[in-house]
């Protein structure tokens, strides 16, 4: 999945790429009653325009990308002097509110993450296949503190076939199987099929589970 990644974008092949910020976010990000300021994480963030979004709304965004491709075209398609240092084992750029950590999510850790207080998921576990979703879903709740709010974007074929990808079919059952444990799982909506993929979107709210402190 790594070498598979890392070669779409030194090779362009980025179709999961959106050319505008993503309907979902503007329609539910504000009902998620998200404090002005909150720092969002946005695990495998690509060059996502919903970035931006967030940082206008006034949000600190810190974003985790492998690929230093999408980073540094995020920077380049972006305005504003950019910043660039070190945090082992990330490289980091910054531009105005914006934060991109070059570097594998599973490295990331609580001490890097004490100032995040919400999350957003709209690639990230699409992007990941069965056998590592898990890692992932329990990964995200160690850096996120209770009462801490976020947007997931998940997808379904209308074949089912979970072995195809990514994106990967991630089903409704499996969300809440997936965060659960850790979140309280709302779901918000699902978008219409798509006509040549057969994707449909589901939009989820979860909110950290645990005492507040």
Not at 20 to 39: D, E, I, M
Not at 56 to 76: C, K, N, R, T, Y
Not at 129 to 140: I, M
Not at 165 to 193: I, K
Request: hydrophobic content about 40%.
């Amino acid at each position: 999945m790594t070498r598979e990644w890392l070669e779409r974008w030194r090779e362009g092949r980025i179709g999961f790429h959106r050319h505008a910020t993503h309907p979902a976010l503007v329609r539910h990000w504000p009902r998620l009653g998200v404090r002005t300021g909150t720092k969002v994480l946005v695990p495998l963030c690509g060059k996502s325009l919903d970035m931006r979004w967030l940082a206008s709304h006034d949000h600190p965004v810190l974003g985790i990308e492998l690929a230093e491709e999408a980073i540094e075209q995020f920077m380049a398609e972006g305005v504003g002097d950019v910043s660039r240092y070190r945090q082992e084992p990330f490289s980091i750029c910054r531009q105005g509110s914006v934060e991109l950590w070059c570097g594998d999510f599973f490295h990331f850790h609580i001490a890097q993450a004490a100032e995040i207080g919400a999350f957003y998921d709209r690639a990230a576990l699409i992007a990941l296949p069965p056998a590592t979703r898990q890692r992932y879903a329990f990964h995200l709740a160690q850096l996120i503190p209770p009462g801490s709010r976020g947007l997931l974007i998940a997808l379904t074929r209308a074949t089912g076939d979970e072995a195809a990808g990514p994106p990967y079919h991630v089903s409704a059952e499996e969300v809440r199987e997936l965060f659960e444990p850790n979140f309280l799982v709302t779901h918000l909506e699902d978008g219409e099929p798509e006509a040549e993929s057969g994707f449909r979107e589901s939009v989820w709210a979860l909110t950290r589970r645990g005492p507040l402190t």
